[in-house]
């Protein structure tokens, strides 16, 4: 198990390069010149030369790449424009409601998911398969946002919980009440794409032959669908949501706008919206670090699952 | 819809080996999950029937009195060793669950079974074996492996559906032989399901022979072998080579297909195969009738020593 998960680790180093190198260009290609920001609207073209040469961004790209490598590998990149505080700090204060948020959504999601796939798989054919497969049509049509001004407007307008910010570390009472509409709303489009993978997996296991043998042993129909076939049918429903995990924090970002939820998808839009380079870097680079940690887990739960998958 | 297997009816005496053999399709397997009333439904119904064990009728238990007999009085192991083992369970889960289903022991007492079943089935280090994953040991390996969680609550009746068909020769030579011992010294009865009436010749006491959902042949098994009395067993036996043979000689093959289960021929099944066929045979069906001492047989023709002379004549 280590060695797998060292091979992994391994083969997300190039990926992470990638990443990196992306993030790097994808500030090239913005049209707003960096050095033109931070010399302000008043600067005369000379002044913002000299801020230009003081940057380095008179420099070849690649020069500048190795640059930015650099700083990264010593955990440097760089100060916000607006506030001049360094930006792992400002990551590290965001990076936590963010992971947070993640959590508190796929808590009660993925269970939910999972419990109402094998409800619906156990009974297909019935009205209550049908229901669960009509209600996780819906939880998949249905926008993040709508779902979630609806919650401001039904809930959180009618003073049952708040909905402004985070009101603490979730392990506080307030902080506790003050996650569970931002956490309901990212969740409900995750409850069913897990139902449907869930049904539709544990249908082809239960009928595999080592359910028939369970059978044979004399479990009941509850104990052979968990105990046998249910882990079997794990592995499609771990991989949709570890790529669920990626939508996810595309998802928090209009979600943690909506509900003022002080984490990193919300700083990446302020970035963006005051050109605030280093700091929207900064916030690339840790969603798609985030998203490859995710992907390293999706791997380690796929050998824990399936020890064939370990070996091989 | 259709009746995959239709007027069957047989005994299972205490210790005794039966062997049912038939083609791919003639309700073999559906007459043995019957029993363990495994038949998957939908779209398999079990319509009419009695299957009577130890005086209960096993058709009318419910659900929860049917699993307690599942794996413990009963138990049933598979054709396919390779699939028929969960592979995200190690062997020692697998065989403790069987055993702490149907016995109130603790895990450690369990373990302890299963390595005694292990060891039973002569599978070379068990304790290691124990731990490991169906996927890596053998064919040969795994089928040792459901024999002993098969075998784990001293089942009274171990259904064999086709034990050895996915095993190389010389395996299904040692699975058998491992059938027959465990058999001498667990007492269970046997009924093995089987294309192969060379395995039903290595273990069998007696031989039901089916042929599309009904039985055809019934004999002691010598008896099966030496006489037999329906043209299709006949036609069987005459399919299997022989050692010693000249080698110019041909196999009889059986003209023909198995018929469509949705348009049954009337009259005898076998008919439209059959070489000895006339008019009788094709618009009446005979029943089973005894012909000698546990001799059974569903043919006008028998017996069939004068049918067969009067066909070479012709």
Same mark, same amino acid.
């Given at each position: 198990m280590a060695r797998h998960i060292a091979q992994r680790l391994m083969i997300s180093l190039p990926v992470l390069l990638g990443v990196l190198m992306i993030g790097f260009l994808l500030l090239q290609v913005v049209p707003t010149d960096p050095a033109t920001v931070v010399a302000?609207?008043?600067?005369t073209k000379a002044e913002v030369e000299a801020i230009r040469q003081q940057m380095g961004l008179d420099r070849p790209l690649w020069v500048q790449f190795a640059g930015y490598l650099g700083r990264v590998l010593q955990l440097n990149l760089g100060r916000s424009m607006i506030s001049n505080r360094p930006v792992v700090d400002e990551i590290a204060l965001t990076f936590w409601p963010t992971v947070e948020l993640m959590l508190a959504c796929l808590i009660w999601a993925v269970p939910l998911g999972i419990s109402l796939g094998t409800l619906a798989a156990r009974r297909r054919g019935t009205t209550i398969d049908r229901a669960i497969m009509a209600l996780s049509v819906m939880g998949v049509s249905v926008p993040v946002f709508w779902v979630g001004l609806i919650l401001i407007q039904y809930v959180g307008g009618a003073g049952?919980?708040?909905?402004?910010?985070?009101?603490?570390?979730?392990?506080?009472a307030d902080g506790l009440i003050s996650i569970i509409l931002p956490a309901v709303t990212l969740g409900a489009v995750f409850v069913g794409p897990v139902a449907r993978m869930t049904r539709t997996s544990l249908l082809e296991t239960l009928g595999a032959d080592y359910v028939r043998t369970a059978r044979a042993k004399g479990a009941s129909d509850w104990r052979v669908t968990i105990r046998h076939a249910l882990r079997n049918a794990m592995i499609p429903v771990v991989t949709l949501v570890g790529l669920q995990i990626g939508f996810l924090l595309g998802g928090s970002i209009v979600t943690e706008t909506m509900f003022a939820w002080p984490g990193v998808g919300r700083m990446a839009v302020g970035a963006i919206t005051s050109n605030d380079f280093p700091l929207a870097q900064g916030a690339i680079l840790i969603l798609a670090v985030g998203f490859m940690v995710v992907n390293l887990i999706v791997d380690v739960l796929y050998a824990y699952l399936d020890p064939r998958i370990a070996r091989s | 819809m259709f009746a995959a297997v239709d007027g069957v009816s047989f005994v299972l005496a205490p210790g005794e080996t039966l062997g049912i053999v038939g083609e791919s399709g003639c309700g073999k397997s559906v007459t043995s999950l019957s029993i363990m009333r495994l038949v998957p439904n939908p779209p398999g119904r079990i319509a009419a029937g009695t299957i009577t064990f130890e005086g209960r009728n096993l058709l009318e238990l419910p659900e929860s009195e049917m699993q307690a007999v599942r794996g413990d009085a009963i138990s049933m192991i598979f054709q396919e060793p390779m699939t028929s083992l969960n592979p995200v369970q190690t062997v020692g889960q697998q065989i403790v669950e069987a055993v702490r289903l149907h016995r109130s022991v603790g895990a450690t007492e369990a373990r302890a079974r299963a390595l005694e079943m292990l060891r039973l089935v002569k599978i070379p280090s068990p304790e290691t074996r124990l731990d490991e994953y169906p996927h890596q040991l053998s064919g040969g390996m795994r089928q040792r492996v459901m024999i002993a969680m098969a075998l784990s609550c001293d089942p009274k009746i171990l259904i064999a559906d086709? $034990?050895?068909?996915?095993?190389d020769v010389t395996i299904q030579a040692q699975i058998l032989d491992l059938l027959r011992d465990l058999r001498d010294r667990t007492g269970a009865a046997i009924m093995l399901i089987t294309h192969d009436l060379g395995v039903v010749a290595e273990i069998a006491h007696r031989v039901v022979v089916m042929y599309a959902g009904r039985i055809v042949e019934e004999a002691p098994v010598d008896l099966l072998f030496s006489d037999p009395q329906h043209p299709y067993t006949l036609g069987l036996l005459g399919s299997i080579p022989r050692l010693g043979s000249d080698g110019d000689e041909r196999l009889i093959a059986i003209k023909g297909v198995v018929p469509n289960p949705y348009a049954l021929p009337p009259g005898c099944r076998f008919s439209p195969r059959c070489?000895?066929?006339?008019a009788h045979c094709r618009s009446e069906a005979p029943e089973l009738r005894e012909i000698g001492r546990g001799h059974r047989t569903a043919c006008w023709?028998? $017996?069939l020593d004068q049918a067969l002379a009067k066909a070479a004549a012709a």
């Open positions: 302000g609207p008043s600067a049952l919980l708040p909905f402004q910010g985070r009101n603490g570390p979730i392990w506080t | 086709e $034990p050895t068909t996915a095993l070489p000895l066929a006339d023709k028998a $017996p």
